[in-house]
Structure formats: structure tokens, C-alpha cells
């Protein structure tokens, strides 16, 4: 059964590849601030779940190599909530920076929203979604020039939290409290349980 990813992170993919799935990719291409802004206020588990369901739903009706979908959606979305405040991609060095500053020494919470659609013989027949959290916490010695390395880099401006935790950025992570995959913006586990919900067995996945 192929499993289509709306999404062209290359954490998402490593995540999949190595719990035994070659899914096939699918950008959702959706406009994330719209969307938010539509909604009115949200939580943070609301939020990513909403643009988890949101890219997943864009995939449906796409044709993959000028063939409809038939399997199953996958829609991902992460947020990093630091003292209450929200954070998703920087973008700009600048504000990495700032961000580091805050994280530096302090804990926070990495939400990961999903969005599971079975889309079966090319029709949307059920969808289910969930949320996976897990709190970060950071190196209280990370140096400037570590800092200022690690941003130069540019790994952190594409990054929800301007954090990984499968590359560089995990240098600078003491601990991880919850689902590791969470970090990563994609739980195996969740994604095992939602994927059973819509009632296809997991294992069915399994193509490498």
C-alpha cells in the first residue's frame, strides 16, 4: 500500500525511510498564515493539528505520475511553545539568534500535529487526527560563537523552534521529555495508531 507524505521535509522522510516506509512525496504547497488567521485563536496543539489537517487535505485529488492517490495521507505540522509564546521557522539569522538567547539553558515544548486520511482506491473515505508533544531542554553553555556557528549554518531558519534534534541542533539538546519523533515532527507511534483508526493495519505500510 503507498503511503503519500504532504510534505518535503527531509526529517520526515529520514523518519519514515528508517520505520520501514519509502512513502512517496507530495508538497502541499498551503498558505499556513491564512489558514491560522481564519481560524482565530488556537492553542498550540490546535494550530499544528489544524495545518497537519490542512496540508493533508490540499494532497486530495492530486495526481502523483498522472495517476490519482490510493493509499494513504499523511499531514504534518510542528511548533515549539517556549514560556507561552509560539514559535515556528525564523527565517532570518537575526531572529534565530534571539530565539537561542531565550532557549539557551530553558525547557519547551515541541507540539507535532498529524492528520491521517484513507484514501483507498482514490476516494477520501475517513480521516483521523492527534497531537504528539514532547519537552526540549536545552545546554545552559552553549557559547556565543557555538551560537553563531550553528546559525551560520543555516540548519535553524527552516526549522520549527530553529532547533533539530537529528542534526546539528542536537549537540545543544540535553534532554528530551515525551516521544522523541515528536522533535522531529513526525511520531512513528501516533502515526502507527492513526493509521490502525482508519482501519489499515500498519505493518501493510512497510516497503524497504
Not at 16 to 32: H, M, T, W, Y
Not at 41 to 58: D, G, H, I, N, Y
Not at 114 to 131: E, L, N, P
Amino acid at each position: 500500500m503507498r503511503f503519500y507524505l504532504a510534505s518535503t521535509s527531509p526529517a520526515r522522510l529520514a523518519t519514515l525511510r528508517n520505520a520501514g516506509i519509502e512513502p512517496v512525496l507530495v508538497p502541499s504547497n498551503v498558505d499556513e498564515d491564512a489558514v491560522v488567521a481564519a481560524a482565530g485563536p488556537l492553542s498550540p496543539a490546535e494550530t499544528v493539528q489544524l495545518l497537519a489537517r490542512a496540508k493533508a487535505e490540499a494532497i486530495v485529488g492530486t495526481l502523483v505520475d498522472g495517476e490519482p492517490i490510493d493509499g494513504v495521507i499523511l499531514g504534518g505540522d510542528s511548533m515549539f511553545e517556549l514560556d507561552g509564546v509560539v514559535y515556528g521557522k525564523p527565517h532570518l539569522p537575526e531572529v534565530a539568534r534571539e530565539r537561542w538567547l531565550g532557549m539557551r539553558g530553558a525547557s519547551g515544548l515541541l507540539h507535532s500535529g498529524h492528520w491521517v486520511i484513507d484514501h483507498r482506491d482514490g476516494v477520501a473515505a475517513s480521516a483521523v487526527g492527534g497531537v504528539s508533544t514532547a519537552r526540549v531542554t536545552f545546554a545552559d553553555d552553549i557559547d556565543d560563537e557555538e551560537l553563531d556557528a550553528y546559525i551560520a549554518t543555516g540548519e535553524p531558519l527552516t526549522v520549527a523552534g530553529a532547533f533539530t534534534i537529528d542534526s546539528l541542533g542536537s549537540a545543544f539538546i540535553t534532554s528530551v521529555d515525551g516521544d522523541p519523533h515528536a522533535v522531529v515532527g513526525l511520531s512513528v507511534s501516533l502515526a502507527r495508531r492513526l493509521v490502525r483508526e482508519v482501519g489499515i493495519p500498519w505493518t501493510a505500510l512497510w516497503n524497504r
